[in-house]
C-alpha cells in the first residue's frame, strides 16, 4: 500500500512555541531600552552577532516547521503554519539589515541595531516592526486559542487520544496487585490531568495576552507551557509505541490458581515438611535471579501469575526497595503466539512499557536517542529494534535521576523463538543491575539447568512442592459433586481415588485437570466407583499418552476435519481466529470457496454468531485439546487456541504429523488452506466507506489502528504463500491475485473516507496504488515465483523485482 507522509499533530504546539519565541525576541529588539541580553556581557560586535545567531536559528526553526504535508490538519493549524511562514520572512528581513549594518562597523551594537530599524522603516524595507509582531501576535492568540478550544483540530484530537491511551494501557483487563494497581490509576489520572491543566493554563495566559499586547512575561509562559503540553503528548506517543496489543492476552488464558494452592511459598520453612524454596528471603533481601522450573503442565505460568498478584509479594519487595520507587511487572513468553509474544523485543518493550507508565519523566533520558531522533515536526521514527532496546534498557539501569528498583516476571523462557542462549544472555544482562531482578520460570532443560542450576542462583522445582496442592484440588472439585460427597463417606474406595489420581499424576497439574474433568463427566452419568476406577485405569500417565488417546476418541465422521483443523493450527505462528477457521470446513467441500465469496464486512453480531457456532464445532472434533477463546481484537473476537503448549508439542512430533496427513486427502495442503482461511477473513473485515468515515472522525487513532491491522492480516497471507512457496515449488496464484483485487477495492474506499479527515499520519492515495504496487509488496514478501510467474504473463516488473530475478539488463 502507498501511504503520504503526514505533519505530526503535536507539531502545532512546538511550532506556536517557536513562533512565541520569535514574536518575544522581536518586541525586546524592537522596544527602546529594553535589554536584550545581560548588559555588559557582549561587546558590541559580540551583541551583533549573537543577535544574528539568534534571529538565524529562528528563522531555521520556522522553516523546519513546515515541512511535511499539511493533510488532516484544521483551518486553524494551516493559519498557523503560514504564521510561521510570515515570521521566518521577517527574520529574513531582519537578518538582511543585520548583514548590512555590520559592514558599517557600528560602536553600540543594539542600540545601533534599533536606530538602523527606524532608518530602514523610513525606507520602506520594513515596514513598522512593531504593527507587524502586533498583526502577528493578535494572528496567534486567536489561531492557538481556537486550536485549543476545538475538538476538530489535530491538536486536541491527538491529545484525546494520547489520554484515552494512557487511560486504556494504564491497567487495561490486568487485576494487579492492589498498591500497584492504585499506584498505576493515579498515574493515568495525573497524566489526563497534567494535560488538561496545561491546556486551560495557556489559555487563560493568550486571553490575558490581549491586554496588554506587549507582555514579554506572558510571551515568555506561553512558549514554555507549548513546549511542556508537546512534550507530555512526545512521552505518552513514546509509551504507546512500546505498548503492543499482545502484550497482557497469554496471561488472560491461564488459569486462576485453585484457592489455597501455592501458600506454601510465602511460609515460614520452619513451619512446614517442605524444604525451603527461598523465595521468601530472595524477593526480601535477594538480587538477580530466581529461577522455577517444572515439567511440562506442572502450573508454572499459574505460579507466575499468583505470585506477582499476591500482596505479600509486594510487601516483600516493598522491603526491598525501601525509600526508592517500585515497579513490578510480568511478561508471558508464548510460543504459540505472536513473533512480538515469543522474541526478546517483546520482553523489552514490556519490561520498558511498564516501567516508563509508572514513570515518564524518566522517557527523555532513558528513550534519549528516540526522544532527540523524534522531532516533533517529523513523521514517526521506525520501530524499536533489539538493539535500541537493549541501549534503552541499559540507560534505564543506569540513570540516577529517580531511586528505583524494579522486579520482573519472565515466565516460560523455554517458549522464546530462537536460540536460549540469546534469552539467557538478556535475563542475567538485566539482572546485573543493582536496580532490577527477575525470577524467570522454565521447563528444567539442559541449557537452563547449566545457567541457572548448580547453586547459580536461587530456585525451586515445582513439583516436589505440589502433591498437597493436587490432593486440595482433586477433592475440593470432585468434592464439590453431591454424589461423590456423599459416597465418599460410604465407601473408603473414593479417598483411594483421590489418592491414585495423586501417585498417577507424578506433579503434573495439567493432567490432573484434564482427569477429573473425565471423572466430572462420569459422575454426571451417574458412573459408581467401579466405572470411576476403570475411567482412571484406561488413562494413561503422562501428557502425551493421554493425547494420544483422546484423539482416538474422535468420531470418524469428524476426523478429516478434525485432522484439517489441527495440521492448520500446527503450522500458525499464532492463533487463528474462529471466523478463519469457519471458512476452513467450508473450503473441504469448495476449495474455491474463499476465492468467490464476496467483499462483505461482517457486523459484530455476525461475529459472534460465527464464533459461538465454531466453538460447538471444535468441542465436538478436538476434544478439550483446542479451544474457541475471547480475544481484545474488536473484530477478530474469538481466536483458536491450544488447550496448553503441550499440546501443539505432541502433534508437532513425527509421529503425530504422519497420523494427521493420513487422515486428509492427498490435496490437502495447509499452507494454501491458511492462505485461503486469511483470504476470507480480510475479505469480511469491516470496510465500508460509512463505517470508515465515522471511525476517522470519530477516532483517528482508532482509524490508524485498523489500517494497521489491515496491513497485517495482508502481510499475514504473503508470510504463509511465501511459506507455501519455499515447501511446495510453485505458487498460489489464485489467492493472490484476489488478494490484489480486495487491497485496490480496500484502497480506494479508505482514500474516499480520510479526505479531509482530522490528525491522521497516513492515508491511502488510490491514485498510486496498481498492479505494480502488488508487486513490489509480492517482491518484499520474497513471492518470487508468484513475481515471475506474473513477469511471464505481462510485462509489469518494476526494477527491483527485475534485480532481484536478475533480469536486469547490463548496460
Same mark, same amino acid.
Given at each position: 500500500?502507498?501511504?503520504?507522509?503526514?505533519?505530526?499533530?503535536?507539531?502545532?504546539?512546538?511550532?506556536?512555541?517557536?513562533?512565541?519565541?520569535?514574536?518575544?525576541?522581536?518586541?525586546?529588539?524592537?522596544? =527602546?531600552?529594553?535589554?536584550?541580553?545581560?548588559?555588559?556581557?557582549?561587546?558590541?560586535?559580540?551583541?551583533?552577532?549573537?543577535?544574528?545567531?539568534?534571529?538565524?536559528?529562528?528563522?531555521?526553526?520556522?522553516?523546519?516547521?513546515?515541512?511535511?504535508?499539511?493533510?488532516?490538519?484544521?483551518?486553524?493549524?494551516?493559519?498557523?503554519?503560514?504564521?510561521?511562514?510570515?515570521?521566518?520572512?521577517?527574520?529574513?528581513?531582519?537578518?538582511?539589515?543585520?548583514?548590512?549594518?555590520?559592514?558599517?562597523?557600528?560602536?553600540?551594537?543594539?542600540?545601533?541595531?534599533?536606530?538602523?530599524?527606524?532608518?530602514?522603516?523610513?525606507?520602506?524595507?520594513?515596514?513598522?516592526?512593531?504593527? #507587524?509582531?502586533?498583526?502577528?501576535?493578535?494572528?496567534?492568540?486567536?489561531?492557538?486559542?481556537?486550536?485549543?478550544?476545538?475538538?476538530?483540530?489535530?491538536?486536541?484530537?491527538?491529545?484525546?487520544?494520547?489520554?484515552?491511551?494512557?487511560?486504556?494501557?494504564?491497567?487495561?483487563?490486568?487485576?494487579?496487585?492492589?498498591?500497584?494497581?492504585?499506584?498505576?490509576?493515579?498515574?493515568?489520572?495525573?497524566?489526563?490531568?497534567?494535560?488538561?491543566?496545561?491546556?486551560?493554563?495557556?489559555?487563560?495566559?493568550? +486571553?490575558?495576552?490581549?491586554?496588554?499586547?506587549?507582555?514579554?512575561?506572558?510571551?515568555?509562559?506561553?512558549?514554555?507551557?507549548?513546549?511542556?503540553?508537546?512534550?507530555?503528548?512526545?512521552?505518552?506517543?513514546?509509551? !504507546?509505541?512500546?505498548?503492543?496489543?499482545?502484550?497482557?492476552?497469554?496471561?488472560?488464558?491461564?488459569?486462576?490458581?485453585?484457592?489455597?494452592?501455592?501458600?506454601?511459598?510465602?511460609?515460614?520453612?520452619?513451619?512446614?515438611?517442605?524444604?525451603?524454596?527461598?523465595?521468601?528471603? /530472595?524477593?526480601?533481601?535477594?538480587?538477580?535471579?530466581?529461577?522455577?522450573?517444572?515439567?511440562?503442565?506442572?502450573? #508454572?505460568?499459574?505460579?507466575?501469575?499468583?505470585?506477582?498478584?499476591?500482596?505479600?509479594?509486594?510487601?516483600?519487595?516493598?522491603?526491598?526497595?525501601?525509600?526508592?520507587?517500585?515497579?513490578?511487572?510480568?511478561?508471558?513468553?508464548?510460543?504459540?503466539?505472536?513473533?512480538?509474544?515469543?522474541?526478546?523485543?517483546?520482553?523489552?518493550?514490556?519490561?520498558?512499557?511498564?516501567?516508563?507508565?509508572?514513570?515518564?519523566?524518566?522517557?527523555?533520558?532513558?528513550?534519549?536517542?528516540?526522544?532527540?531522533?523524534?522531532?516533533?515536526?517529523?513523521?514517526?521514527?521506525?520501530?524499536?529494534?533489539?538493539?535500541?532496546?537493549?541501549?534503552?534498557?541499559?540507560?534505564?539501569?543506569?540513570?540516577?535521576?529517580?531511586?528505583?528498583?524494579?522486579?520482573?516476571?519472565?515466565?516460560?523462557?523455554?517458549?522464546?523463538?530462537?536460540?536460549?542462549?540469546?534469552?539467557?544472555?538478556?535475563?542475567?544482562?538485566?539482572?546485573?543491575?543493582?536496580?532490577?531482578?527477575?525470577?524467570?520460570?522454565?521447563?528444567?532443560?539442559?541449557?537452563?539447568?547449566?545457567?541457572?542450576?548448580?547453586?547459580?542462583?536461587?530456585?525451586?522445582?515445582?513439583?516436589?512442592?505440589?502433591?498437597?496442592?493436587? !490432593?486440595?484440588?482433586?477433592?475440593?472439585?470432585?468434592?464439590?459433586?453431591?454424589?461423590?460427597?456423599?459416597?465418599?463417606?460410604?465407601?473408603?474406595?473414593?479417598?483411594?481415588? *483421590?489418592?491414585?489420581?495423586?501417585?498417577?499424576?507424578?506433579?503434573?497439574?495439567?493432567?490432573?485437570?484434564?482427569?477429573?474433568?473425565?471423572?466430572?463427566?462420569?459422575?454426571?452419568?451417574?458412573?459408581?466407583?467401579?466405572?470411576?476406577?476403570?475411567?482412571?485405569?484406561?488413562?494413561?500417565?503422562?501428557?502425551?499418552?493421554?493425547?494420544?488417546?483422546?484423539?482416538?476418541?474422535?468420531?470418524?465422521?469428524?476426523?478429516?476435519?478434525?485432522?484439517?483443523?489441527?495440521?492448520?493450527?500446527?503450522?500458525?505462528?499464532?492463533?487463528?481466529?474462529?471466523?478463519?477457521?469457519?471458512?476452513? +470446513?467450508?473450503?473441504?467441500?469448495?476449495?474455491?470457496?474463499?476465492?468467490?465469496?464476496?467483499? #462483505?464486512?461482517?457486523? =459484530?453480531?455476525?461475529?459472534?454468531?460465527?464464533?459461538?457456532?465454531?466453538?460447538?464445532?471444535?468441542?465436538?472434533?478436538?476434544?478439550?485439546?483446542?479451544?474457541?477463546?475471547?480475544?481484545?481484537?474488536?473484530?477478530?473476537?474469538?481466536?483458536?487456541?491450544?488447550?496448553?503448549?503441550? *499440546?501443539?508439542?505432541?502433534?508437532?512430533?513425527?509421529?503425530?504429523?504422519?497420523?494427521?496427513?493420513?487422515?486428509?486427502?492427498?490435496?490437502?495442503?495447509?499452507?494454501?488452506?491458511?492462505?485461503?482461511?486469511?483470504?476470507?477473513?480480510?475479505?469480511?473485515?469491516?470496510?465500508?466507506?460509512?463505517?470508515?468515515?465515522?471511525?476517522?472522525?470519530?477516532?483517528?487513532?482508532?482509524?490508524?489502528?485498523?489500517?494497521?491491522?489491515?496491513?497485517?492480516?495482508?502481510?499475514?497471507?504473503?508470510?504463509?504463500?511465501?511459506?507455501?512457496?519455499?515447501?511446495?515449488?510453485?505458487?498460489?496464484?489464485?489467492?493472490?491475485?484476489?488478494?490484489?483485487?480486495?487491497?485496490?477495492?480496500?484502497?480506494? =474506499?479508505?482514500?474516499?473516507?480520510?479526505?479531509?479527515?482530522?490528525?491522521?499520519?497516513?492515508?491511502?492515495?488510490?491514485?498510486?496504488?496498481?498492479?505494480?504496487?502488488?508487486?513490489?509488496?509480492?517482491?518484499?514478501?520474497?513471492?518470487?515465483?508468484?513475481?515471475?510467474?506474473?513477469?511471464?504473463?505481462?510485462?509489469?516488473?518494476?526494477?527491483?523485482?527485475?534485480? /532481484?530475478?536478475?533480469?536486469?539488463?547490463?548496460?
Amino acid at each position: 500500500m502507498a501511504f503520504v507522509t503526514m505533519l505530526d499533530p503535536l507539531s502545532s504546539l512546538k511550532m506556536a512555541s517557536t513562533v512565541v519565541q520569535f514574536l518575544d525576541f522581536g518586541w525586546k529588539l524592537a522596544t =527602546e531600552g529594553c535589554e536584550l541580553y545581560k548588559s555588559g556581557s557582549l561587546g558590541s560586535n559580540d551583541e551583533l552577532e549573537q543577535i544574528t545567531r539568534d534571529i538565524a536559528c529562528f528563522a531555521e526553526n520556522l522553516g523546519v516547521a513546515n515541512n511535511g504535508s499539511d493533510l488532516g490538519l484544521s483551518n486553524d493549524e494551516k493559519a498557523l503554519r503560514q504564521l510561521a511562514i510570515s515570521c521566518k520572512s521577517l527574520a529574513g528581513k531582519l537578518l538582511s539589515e543585520l548583514s548590512t549594518l555590520k559592514l558599517q562597523k557600528p560602536q553600540n551594537g543594539l542600540e545601533s541595531f534599533r536606530t538602523a530599524l527606524r532608518s530602514s522603516r523610513k525606507r520602506g524595507s520594513i515596514q513598522g516592526l512593531e504593527k #507587524k509582531l502586533e498583526d502577528l501576535q493578535r494572528q496567534l492568540i486567536m489561531r492557538l486559542m481556537n486550536i485549543l478550544r476545538s475538538n476538530q483540530s489535530s491538536v486536541m484530537s491527538t491529545l484525546e487520544e494520547i489520554a484515552a491511551g494512557s487511560r486504556k494501557h494504564g491497567i487495561g483487563n490486568l487485576e494487579t496487585i492492589d498498591e500497584l494497581r492504585n499506584d498505576n490509576m493515579r498515574y493515568n489520572d495525573n497524566t489526563n490531568n497534567k494535560i488538561t491543566q496545561l491546556k486551560n493554563e495557556i489559555l487563560v495566559a493568550l +486571553e490575558q495576552l490581549q491586554e496588554p499586547v506587549r507582555n514579554g512575561e506572558k510571551l515568555s509562559i506561553i512558549s514554555a507551557k507549548c513546549l511542556t503540553l508537546a512534550a507530555q503528548g512526545k512521552m505518552q506517543e513514546i509509551l !504507546h509505541s512500546l505498548h503492543f496489543r499482545a502484550i497482557t492476552v497469554r496471561e488472560d488464558n491461564i488459569h486462576e490458581a485453585h484457592e489455597k494452592t501455592f501458600d506454601w511459598i510465602f511460609k515460614d520453612a520452619a513451619t512446614t515438611t517442605l524444604p525451603d524454596p527461598k523465595f521468601i528471603e /530472595w524477593v526480601r533481601s535477594g538480587s538477580g535471579l530466581y529461577w522455577i522450573s517444572g515439567k511440562a503442565g506442572s502450573g #508454572k505460568s499459574t505460579l507466575m501469575k499468583y505470585l506477582w498478584r499476591h500482596r505479600e509479594t509486594t510487601k516483600l519487595l516493598q522491603t526491598w526497595a525501601g525509600s526508592s520507587k517500585l515497579v513490578v511487572s510480568i511478561y508471558y513468553l508464548w510460543n504459540a503466539g505472536n513473533s512480538l509474544q515469543k522474541s526478546q523485543q517483546g520482553l523489552l518493550r514490556s519490561l520498558l512499557f511498564h516501567t516508563l507508565r509508572e514513570i515518564p519523566q524518566l522517557i527523555p533520558t532513558v528513550c534519549s536517542s528516540r526522544w532527540l531522533a523524534t522531532d516533533l515536526y517529523g513523521d514517526f521514527p521506525n520501530p524499536w529494534t533489539l538493539q535500541e532496546l537493549s541501549e534503552t534498557c541499559k540507560r534505564l539501569s543506569l540513570q540516577t535521576i529517580m531511586p528505583l528498583k524494579v522486579c520482573f516476571f519472565v515466565d516460560g523462557l523455554d517458549e522464546y523463538d530462537g536460540e536460549h542462549r540469546d534469552i539467557i544472555r538478556i535475563v542475567e544482562t538485566m539482572a546485573s543491575s543493582i536496580s532490577i531482578k527477575l525470577c524467570v520460570s522454565s521447563r528444567p532443560w539442559n541449557v537452563f539447568v547449566e545457567a541457572f542450576g548448580d547453586g547459580n542462583c536461587p530456585n525451586l522445582v515445582l513439583q516436589q512442592f505440589t502433591k498437597g496442592d493436587i !490432593h486440595r484440588y482433586v477433592t475440593d472439585n470432585l468434592g464439590k459433586h453431591p454424589q461423590f460427597s456423599t459416597l465418599q463417606l460410604q465407601d473408603f474406595r473414593y479417598n483411594r481415588l *483421590v489418592k491414585d489420581i495423586i501417585e498417577k499424576a507424578q506433579g503434573v497439574f495439567l493432567w490432573v485437570f484434564l482427569v477429573v474433568r473425565s471423572l466430572l463427566r462420569g459422575l454426571t452419568d451417574d458412573n459408581d466407583i467401579s466405572v470411576l476406577e476403570n475411567r482412571l485405569s484406561q488413562i494413561p500417565p503422562g501428557l502425551e499418552k493421554y493425547f494420544e488417546k483422546m484423539l482416538d476418541t474422535i468420531e470418524d465422521i469428524y476426523r478429516e476435519n478434525t485432522a484439517r483443523i489441527f495440521q492448520v493450527s500446527v503450522h500458525m505462528t499464532q492463533p487463528l481466529s474462529a471466523l478463519a477457521l469457519a471458512s476452513l +470446513e467450508k473450503e473441504q467441500t469448495d476449495p474455491h470457496h474463499a476465492i468467490n465469496t464476496p467483499i #462483505k464486512d461482517l457486523t =459484530e453480531e455476525d461475529v459472534i454468531s460465527i464464533s459461538e457456532k465454531m466453538r460447538k464445532h471444535i468441542n465436538a472434533r478436538c476434544k478439550d485439546l483446542l479451544a474457541v477463546t475471547p480475544s481484545q481484537h474488536n473484530f477478530l473476537q474469538y481466536q483458536v487456541e491450544f488447550l496448553h503448549r503441550t *499440546v501443539r508439542d505432541f502433534l508437532k512430533t513425527r509421529d503425530m504429523s504422519d497420523l494427521l496427513r493420513g487422515r486428509t486427502r492427498g490435496d490437502f495442503d495447509p499452507w494454501v488452506s491458511i492462505s485461503r482461511m486469511l483470504l476470507y477473513q480480510i475479505k469480511h473485515f469491516p470496510w465500508t466507506k460509512h463505517y470508515l468515515y465515522t471511525m476517522y472522525r470519530r477516532s483517528p487513532q482508532a482509524a490508524q489502528q485498523w489500517l494497521d491491522d489491515f496491513h497485517r492480516m495482508v502481510q499475514e497471507l504473503m508470510y504463509y504463500s511465501k511459506k507455501g512457496e519455499d515447501y511446495n515449488g510453485s505458487t498460489n496464484m489464485a489467492v493472490l491475485d484476489e488478494l490484489d483485487r480486495v487491497i485496490a477495492v480496500y484502497a480506494s =474506499e479508505v482514500a474516499h473516507a480520510c479526505t479531509g479527515s482530522q490528525s491522521i499520519r497516513s492515508g491511502l492515495d488510490p491514485k498510486s496504488y496498481n498492479s505494480k504496487t502488488f508487486l513490489s509488496m509480492a517482491t518484499d514478501a520474497g513471492l518470487l515465483l508468484y513475481v515471475a510467474e506474473k513477469r511471464r504473463k505481462k510485462s509489469l516488473l518494476p526494477h527491483q523485482t527485475k534485480k /532481484w530475478l536478475g533480469l536486469s539488463r547490463k548496460r
